[in-house]
């Protein structure tokens, strides 16, 4: 009886070690399908693009102003983007004008655009000569950098973005003369 009792005891610890081995095995076939899985979404999803259409001075003043940055979202995927937030800083002529965070919800629809309106309030104070020309201007050069946060089929995801370049400025009749500035 020693004997098959031993034996019994071998073969259990040999089946342990089969079971365990097939449990390793599951694991490791089960990260590296997550793994591929992670790799086939970044190769599915492709980052929207945010462009800046154009500004519309609201308003002027003594101590600064009111401008509306009209952003354009474009998004190149086959399914909808969800956004949950867009963080924004804004510079012209190498300046700081202010930032924005857009914290109502948004929808892209899939291989569409959006467009949204960004207020932007800023003081004169620390803000040169020339960032008083450009506003006064046609177009104005800026600099826009910052990030969306989305809300994909695979969760949350943010996508960071820098756009620079002259963009269209609109004045509105009701908008004041800027000061230091004259036509």
């Not at 490791?28 to 591929?36: D, E």
């Not at 919800?105 to 207020?119: A, C, H, K, M, Q």
């Not at 089929?153 to 820098?162: D, R």
Request: charged share 25%; net charge neutral; with cysteine.
């Amino acid at each position: 009886m020693v004997g098959k009792a031993e034996g019994w005891g071998r073969q259990r610890r040999g089946g342990s070690a089969v079971i365990r081995s097939g449990y390793i095995r599951i694991m490791t076939i089960g990260l590296l399908t997550s793994i591929g899985a992670c790799s086939a979404i970044s190769e599915i999803f492709k980052e929207p693009d945010v462009q800046l259409e154009r500004v519309v001075v609201r308003g002027v003043g003594m101590t600064g102003g009111k401008l509306d940055l009209i952003v354009d979202v474009e998004n190149p995927n086959g399914f909808t983007l969800h956004g949950t937030k867009l963080e924004v800083g804004f510079d012209v002529e190498g300046q700081h004008l202010g930032d924005i965070a857009y914290d109502d919800d948004f929808s892209v629809s899939e291989n569409g655009r959006t467009t949204l309106t960004l207020p932007l309030t800023f003081g004169w104070a620390g803000v040169g000569s020339a960032v008083r020309a450009a506003l006064g201007s046609g177009d104005l050069p800026y600099k826009m950098k910052g990030q969306v946060e989305l809300r994909t089929p695979w969760g949350p995801k943010e996508v960071p973005f820098t756009r620079e370049g002259r963009v269209a400025l609109t004045r509105l009749a009701r908008a004041l003369a800027i000061p230091g500035y004259s036509e």
